[in-house]
């Protein structure tokens, strides 16, 4: 007879998210995912100027910050059929890298890692044996015998203590854990490395956009960063060598130590690349402009039904009529009113909670759909979408990784083998890798740019009083973005956002089909399920991101306060 357990909350996650398994036999034979926290901000948009949305919409989260301001402001400018200047646009994707890199790194280092590494093994390691290993896979200066040794001491002070803090709830000496020592030791090594690195990037965030999180450099139309070489206070030289400093220092970290240390944990948990595929249906959607129409891109979108990757579908620029025409969110079983999928542009978010029940409502999120299927989004897809369109930069890293986890793990790795749980982080680190190459083509771009004389950022938008619709997307961290706005009379009539986290938590829709949380899960192996530790390492792969906006109440249900906003 099946078992139901209920991990709620998930933590080493942005937000509030709630996982019921159904385990018969020691695997999942049924899943639900839950948002527990109501997103509002919607609501707050109507009647509002177009031109301030953005800095309302990236408060749906501390994490995902610049990733909703961008989309924000890109959906207004679809609507205005309104062009960019091309500084904007480098500085705009300057930041979005940045941002992406700082987030790639801490979800796999600080948010997953300890899924698979054992930190009570630590004081077990070996100091030299771990030296050699670490120089044998990563030419990485940092890899050394007095980095290893404070990052042991450091473990041992705490073991000793008693209080392991932050790491009390692990599952450590857990079966499914089985690094040696040694490895153990280098991955948490990197684990403290990394913190120093995340932050850099950040510092190029808040260098181009005035503050991080939640930038404000941004405007419908541009951007407000003053470019004027022969001035201190403006976007100068200074700052570009600056931003360029610190990129490097990034990129080095990215492609010697995060990229390596994922490739190295696949090839030691082969058997992890047989589980957690869940939904096969993939989609991306186009990024980093590289003209002011919009028209040609760095990254590439389109979607993939049914795994079949042959059969990859294009998307030509980022608001492609397809992907425009063909996105619906269904509510049958989250915690809002309507009967029907709605397309955003028609979208409502009124509440109706009415507490978890299974075969009803039992979450926040809604089941965004793509011509009525449910679709995976985040850096796997972008990897699929990209590879199977030939795309050279995805396939330069994806075909590096797939080599460096196979000499490591000495087996045959294969593209398909990426639709699992280890194989969304192989396709994170690839992505991240991509972005770090990126980076620094994007700030030689501006840095030209800028030599040639052109030091243009913003054009007028300017509102007319008929209806207008725009989407506004971006291919964030944990996939595609999306918001849809509605303008009449320079004011929202409508405002909805169609985030990754909900493309992949998506509860049941109308049909009955699961949406990634819950399809990733099944069939996934427990070997304790009093400690699911299973079931973290698949949805944290996803980098689930619940935070938007939360509404405070009593135990009893009654509200607590209203807070007023600008």
Same mark, same amino acid.
């Given at each position: 007879? /099946? ?91 300057? $930041? ?18 300890? +899924? ?61 854990? %089985? ?19 995340? %932050? ?14 939640? $930038? ?17 206070? /403006?976007?100068?030289?200074?700052? *570009? ?5 610190? *990129? ?34 993939? !989609? ?12 040609? @891109? ?25 992907? %425009?025409?063909?996105?619906?969110? +269904? ?20 509440? +109706? ?16 759909? @793509? ?45 398909? !083998? ?16 991509? *972005? ?31 209806? $207008? ?49 819950? /399809? ?47």
């Amino acid at each position: 007879m /099946a078992k139901r357990i209920t991990i709620d909350p998930i933590t080493r996650i942005e937000g509030h998210l709630r996982i019921d398994v159904d385990v018969d036999n020691n695997a999942v034979s049924n899943a639900w995912a839950s948002c527990t926290m109501w997103r509002g901000i919607e609501n707050i948009l109507r009647g509002r100027d177009p031109r301030d949305a953005w800095l309302f919409t990236q408060r749906f989260c501390g994490v995902c910050t610049t990733v909703h301001a961008m989309a924000s402001v890109r959906a207004v400018e679809d609507a205005l059929q309104l062009e960019v200047p091309l500084n904007a646009q480098y500085i705009r994707n300057l $930041i979005l890298i940045a941002h992406a890199l700082h987030d790639h790194i801490v979800h796999f280092y600080q948010l997953s890692a300890l +899924d698979w590494v054992d930190i009570l093994q630590i004081p077990k390691a070996d100091l030299n044996a771990t030296t050699k290993l670490a120089e044998s896979i990563s030419p990485w200066t940092r890899n050394s015998r007095e980095e290893f040794k404070a990052a042991q001491d450091r473990v041992n002070a705490v073991a000793a203590s008693g209080q392991l803090g932050i790491f009390m709830n692990g599952y450590w000496g857990h079966p499914a854990m %089985r690094l040696s020592p040694e490895v153990n030791l280098l991955a948490f090594t990197h684990y403290v490395q990394a913190l120093e690195y995340q %932050r850099k990037a950040l510092q190029v965030v808040g260098i181009l956009g005035s503050k991080t999180p939640h $930038i404000q450099n941004l405007t419908v139309g541009g951007v407000a960063n003053a470019i004027n070489l022969d001035n201190a206070s /403006a976007l100068n030289m200074d700052r *570009l060598e600056m931003i360029r400093g610190l *990129l490097e220092e990034v990129v080095q970290f990215v492609n010697q130590v995060y990229f390596v240390d994922v490739c190295a944990l696949a090839a030691m948990y082969p058997d992890w690349f047989k589980i957690g595929k869940g939904v096969n249906n993939y !989609m991306a959607v186009p990024d980093l402009p590289l003209d002011s129409a919009g028209t040609s @891109y760095d990254l590439p979108g389109g979607t993939i039904m049914n795994g079949n990757i042959g059969g990859v579908h294009a998307f030509k620029t980022a608001s492609d009529k397809d992907f %425009r025409a063909a996105v619906s969110e +269904d509510v049958a079983h989250a915690y809002y009113q309507g009967d029907k999928p709605l397309h955003p542009w028609k979208g409502v978010t009124d509440p +109706d909670f009415t507490g978890w029940t299974a075969e009803q409502k039992y979450s926040w999120v809604k089941a965004p759909r @793509y011509n009525g299927a449910p679709m995976q989004v985040g850096p796997l897809a972008q990897v699929l979408v990209g590879f199977a369109q030939g795309h050279p930069l995805t396939v330069k890293h994806a075909s590096r990784a797939i080599e460096t986890i196979g000499a490591v793990g000495h087996f045959q790795v294969t593209p398909g !083998m990426l639709e699992s749980t280890l194989g969304r982080h192989g396709a994170r680190a690839i992505r991240a890798s991509m *972005l770090a190459e990126l980076a620094q083509k994007h700030l030689q771009l501006l840095t030209d740019n800028i030599a040639k004389g052109d030091t243009a950022v913003f054009n007028q938008p300017v509102f007319p009083s008929h209806e $207008i619709e725009g989407v506004g997307t971006h291919e964030a961290p944990r996939g595609t973005l999306s918001h849809w706005v509605v303008v009449k009379d320079a004011k929202i009539k409508n405002y909805q956002a169609v985030v990754p986290s909900t493309w992949n938590a998506s509860p049941r829709d109308a049909s009955g089909a699961q949406g990634p949380y819950e /399809a990733s899960l099944m069939h996934t192996p427990l070997a304790r399920p009093e400690e699911p530790l299973e079931v973290l390492r698949t949805i944290h792969s996803f980098d689930p991101c619940m935070a938007c906006a939360c509404h405070t109440f009593d135990p009893t249900g009654q509200e607590i306060a209203k807070v007023k906003v600008l």
